[in-house]
């Protein structure tokens, strides 16, 4: 059922992205004058299809079939991405059979460079309007909620943060020279900006201010775990009771708020699922406030090092609401859409470059694409459509880079044709289409073995 769920999410995700940047191509070659042979949601072989001439039909289509104007939208065996074919064009179809022949006016050929410039850039341009208008739109609904707090209620037993000098109480003002005003600050500066580096942490400490360091090779491979510092605030509410546990046995229900475990204050979700996995087996005490009612019980956590509950974090600290609208969420919108689905990309390819983050660990192919599609939508559909707006971004990125059979290589082409006024020979452009084509399916092949082993 898992899998079923995870292949239905990925297929929704793969399938508006390329839809929509199949769609800019298309739309811009109609609008210009071209011809568009096929749309194909998918590659390879044909599944079934219609266009105006002879319907809806299963499997290739007859070589007889003479399509002209029309369209043939199709259904290909492979869904991961998919093309439009204009005609005239050399592109992943591979089709060389009308070099030999004039140009007639519905080809791209024939179009002046800058209609081709349109036609090559829509589908990236497609993909970036499709991304802002989410950020706009969920700018516009939600707004923004912030936890109004930078001081650590409480440091993770046996992480990272707990072998520096970091304390709780500490109120963070600086990482890395950037002040931070919130704690989702906190977690973008630790998990976004300055994965893979060094930490230098200026916090305030009673009336003092104290500048604590953190190497790189202390603070932890962060796209695994945690680095160990959490938000004061935070209380441990039980969220569901497992049947038969030590928990239910003791009458714990869910609502209920954990204010103690043997002569510990519990401050943090955290801190009690730390306390519980090092007392396995051992009895003791476990406090827990329902309405205005103080309850404890003697609990001992099974060899498993559980009681049988699920915590949710109980946040009762001060929040900040930001409210946007119709204009002021334009600039926060792309504000937002720049940071996250721009520089944040390039910044992961550099310290991949520079040996800080490991390649399996920040790029991500179909198999972890799918993983966080079905993550994603089970975080609501806000969640989800914040994931599709990002995969946008990044296949918008990625398919202007100036590569062979990407987007960005025929633009180079079209660039160099504009400049010099004469096309790259066709050959010469065969060529660099065979070669990109090869080695993005060598990278694709590369990736979904990453995806694999980074599984184990």
């Known amino acids: 059922m898992e899998f079923l769920s995870t292949t239905f999410y990925f297929l929704i995700v793969i399938g508006i992205l390329v839809f929509i940047h199949e769609f800019g191509h298309f739309i811009a070659a109609r609008m210009t004058g071209m011809r568009a042979e096929i749309f194909a949601l998918g590659i390879g072989y044909r599944l079934f299809g219609y266009n105006k001439i002879n319907g809806f039909t299963f499997g290739s289509l007859s070589d007889e079939v003479i399509l002209g104007d029309k369209t043939d939208y199709r259904i290909c065996a492979f869904p991961i991405g998919g093309y439009v074919k204009v005609s005239g064009m050399i592109d992943e179809s591979m089709d060389k059979e009308f070099i030999n022949k004039e140009p007639q006016p519905w080809e791209y050929r024939a179009k002046p ?36 707090t930078t001081t650590i209620g409480y440091i993770g037993i046996n992480s990272p943060a707990a072998s520096t000098e970091l304390k709780p109480g500490d109120k963070i003002l600086f990482i890395n020279d950037k002040k931070v005003e919130s704690w989702e600050d906190v977690q973008i500066k630790l998990y976004l900006d300055n994965l893979g580096e060094k930490l230098d942490f200026l916090v305030k400490r009673g009336s003092e201010d104290k500048l604590i360091s953190v190497p790189k090779d202390k603070t932890g491979d962060l796209t695994e775990r945690s680095f160990g510092i959490y938000a004061e605030g935070y209380r441990p509410e039980i969220n569901d009771v497992v049947s038969g546990m030590p928990a239910e046995k003791c009458g714990l229900q869910k609502g209920d708020i954990i204010t103690g475990f043997n002569n510990v204050e519990i401050t943090n979700p955290q801190q009690l699922t730390d306390l519980i996995k090092s007392n396995a087996n051992s009895e003791n005490e476990i406090r827990w406030k329902r309405n205005d009612e103080n309850l404890k019980c003697a609990i001992t956590p099974g060899s498993d090092s559980t009681i049988g509950i699920m915590i949710a974090a109980n946040y009762t600290g001060p929040v900040k609401e930001i409210k946007y609208n119709f204009i002021t969420a334009v600039p926060k919108a792309a504000n937002d859409m720049y940071y996250m689905g721009i520089e944040l990309f390039f910044k992961t390819i550099a310290k991949i470059f520079k040996g800080e983050i490991a390649f399996k660990k920040a790029i991500g192919g179909p198999i972890k694409i799918a993983q966080v599609s079905a993550q994603s939508a089970e975080g609501g559909i806000f969640t989800f459509l914040g994931f599709i707006a990002l995969l946008s971004i990044s296949l918008a990125v990625i398919n202007i880079l100036p590569f062979p059979a990407l987007d960005g290589g025929h633009f180079m082409l079209l660039l160099y044709e504009g400049i010099v006024r004469k096309p790259v020979p066709y050959k010469v452009q065969l060529v660099l289409q065979n070669v990109g084509f090869a080695i993005l399916i060598a990278f694709m092949i590369f990736v979904v073995y990453s995806d694999i082993t980074s599984m184990k």
């Open 113 to 148: 460079v800058w209609k081709r410039m349109i036609v090559i850039t829509a589908g990236v341009i497609m993909n970036f309007l499709l991304a802002f208008l989410i950020f706009y739109s969920l700018t516009l609904i939600k707004g923004k909620t912030l936890t109004d």
